[in-house]
């Protein structure tokens, strides 16, 4: 059993954020109990877009500005990640963070690897989404009126160029199932951008731009308006 509430439950925290569905379900839970004071978000030290979700720093600033909370980055290589990210954890301890928050479903390695920084840094992990199945994770998630857009996907994995832009809405998910693709994407078929939802103050106004491929990857940038 995952008791994920009594380690967040009256406490002040941090929470690691990519701006997509998982990292924002768990903010969501984490926020229904325990006080946060903040986002932290780990750029790509070659161009400054977000890891994985390839978010810009001002993107991130508008999710964070409807969300109500300040956001502190770090722009790191691979090589320098984890002292980049331990920095990050002594600016938010230092701000009175006592627990650390993640949108960790079930990959052992990431599980593993936020324990073994937050305990270096002294501090809680609380991971709400942890071992939670799949399907139903990501239907309360659109059940809850969060609105994420798919903007990247892997295309060796089932994904298709035309799956960037669609909306996850409870018929998405159930095609995704049926083309046997885990409407997680935890096995990194893709990922989502959040434009809105119930502790959004405003929903984000986008742009869709001209959609870039590299390698067996396709991502759909957004731009606010």
Not at 63 to 68: D, E, M, P
Request: proline share 4%.
């Amino acid at each position: 059993m995952n008791d994920w509430i009594s380690k967040v439950q009256n406490k002040q925290f941090i929470a690691s954020f990519s701006g997509g569905k998982d990292s924002m379900l768990a903010l969501y839970k984490a926020m229904q109990v325990g006080k946060p004071i903040g986002l932290i978000a780990m750029l790509d030290a070659t161009d400054h877009y977000s890891y994985s979700h390839r978010l810009s720093p001002e993107f991130l600033e508008a999710q964070a500005h409807s969300l109500g909370l300040p956001i502190w980055t770090r722009a790191a290589t691979w090589t320098t990640y984890e002292k980049q990210f331990m920095e990050l954890l002594e600016e938010a301890k230092a701000n009175g963070a006592e627990v650390l928050v993640t949108g960790d479903v079930d990959v052992p390695e990431h599980g593993f690897w936020h324990a073994n920084v937050t305990t270096k840094a002294g501090i809680g992990l609380c991971m709400p989404n942890w071992q939670k199945e799949h399907r139903t994770m990501v239907e309360e998630f659109v059940e809850l009126g969060f609105v994420a857009i798919v903007t990247t996907v892997n295309l060796s994995l089932g994904m298709r160029l035309s799956d960037l832009g669609r909306i996850l809405t409870r018929d998405y998910i159930k095609e995704l199932v049926e083309r046997s693709i885990d409407p997680c994407g935890e096995a990194g078929e893709f990922h989502t951008t959040v434009i809105d939802g119930p502790i959004f103050s405003t929903p984000l106004q986008v742009e869709k731009l001209e959609i870039i491929q590299k390698d067996e990857y396709a991502f759909l940038p957004l731009k606010i308006k």
